[in-house]
C-alpha cells in the first residue's frame, strides 16, 4: 500500500505542471483542431451507442474518472444523459470546483482518489476515463483503478475508453497505452477499438492552413493518436 499515496502525490505534481486548457490557445474550443477532434469524438460516441443498441441515454448510470472541469459531463448531458444519473470523480480541488461550478447540482462529484471513494459495486452502467491512464505511470496504480473500475461496473456495462497510444518525447509525465495494454488491464472484458483523432500537432499545423484540411489528414489512420474503446464486462 505505500506505492500508492506516493503515486497520488506524483499525479498531482505531473497535473500541476501543466498549463491550464482555459489559458493556453492550443486547447480552447475556438481552435478549428479543438473543436474538430471534439465533434470527431462525439460523432464516434454516438455510433458506438447506436452499435451497442442502446436506446435511452437518459436512464443509463455513467461514472466519470478524472473529470477535470466538467467538459466531458457537459457534452455527455448534451446528448441526453440525466444529472441524477451521473457522478463524477476528481483528484485535484481546484478542478473539482470548477466542476461543481459548471455542472448542476443534481450531478454528484465526488472530489479525491478515485481508489478511495465510496462506489458501489455493480451500480454502474458505464465508467468512462479520458486521458487518465496516459498521466499513470506506475503499471501497479493503474491495474488498481482498472480493478475498481471493473469493480463498479454492473455484468453487461461498460468501460467507455479515451486515451493517447503514443509516447510524447516532449513530456515525460506521460506515456501512451496501446491497445495490448487496455486489454491487460481489462483481461476478462469484450474489447472493441476505434483509432480517433487527427495528431494534434498535425491538426494545429494544418488548421492555421485550413480547418477543412483536419478531415482530409484524419483520413489516414497511421496520423490518428487515440483510441476509443468499449470495454463490456461480460453477463454471468
Not at 483542431?33 to 448510470?61: M, N
Not at 461514472?63 to 472541469?69: A, I, Y
Not at 479525491?112 to 499513470?136: C, H, K
Not at 477499438?193 to 500537432?201: E, F, I, Q
Amino acid at each position: 500500500m505505500s506505492e500508492q499515496p506516493s503515486e497520488t502525490d506524483a499525479i498531482r505534481a505531473r497535473y500541476a505542471r501543466r498549463p491550464e486548457a482555459v489559458h493556453d490557445p492550443r486547447y480552447r474550443m475556438l481552435n478549428p483542431a479543438v473543436w474538430q477532434s471534439v465533434q470527431e469524438r462525439q460523432r464516434v460516441i454516438l455510433r458506438l451507442f447506436a452499435r451497442e443498441r442502446v436506446a435511452h441515454l437518459s436512464t443509463l448510470r455513467l461514472l466519470e474518472v478524472g473529470c477535470g472541469s466538467g467538459g466531458n459531463l457537459l457534452e455527455l448531458l448534451r446528448l441526453g444523459f440525466m444529472p441524477e444519473h451521473l457522478t463524477a470523480i476528481e483528484l485535484l480541488p481546484e478542478r473539482c470546483a470548477q466542476a461543481r461550478h459548471v455542472l448542476p447540482a443534481a450531478l454528484n462529484v465526488i472530489e479525491g482518489d478515485a481508489l478511495q471513494a465510496d462506489v458501489a459495486a455493480a451500480s454502474q452502467d458505464v465508467v468512462f476515463v479520458s486521458t487518465v491512464f496516459s498521466s499513470l505511470l506506475d503499471d501497479a496504480f493503474q491495474q488498481r483503478l482498472a480493478d475498481a473500475m471493473w469493480r463498479w461496473l454492473r455484468p453487461g456495462g461498460a468501460v467507455l475508453w479515451y486515451d493517447f497510444t503514443y509516447d510524447n518525447p516532449r513530456n515525460p509525465d506521460v506515456r501512451g497505452v496501446p491497445l495490448s495494454r487496455v486489454r491487460a488491464l481489462f483481461p476478462k472484458a469484450r474489447v472493441t477499438a476505434r483509432r480517433v483523432t487527427l495528431a494534434p500537432p498535425i491538426a494545429r499545423a494544418v488548421c492555421r492552413l485550413h480547418p477543412a484540411l483536419y478531415t482530409l489528414f484524419n483520413a489516414l489512420p497511421p496520423l490518428r493518436t487515440h483510441l476509443l474503446c468499449w470495454i463490456v464486462k461480460p453477463l454471468p
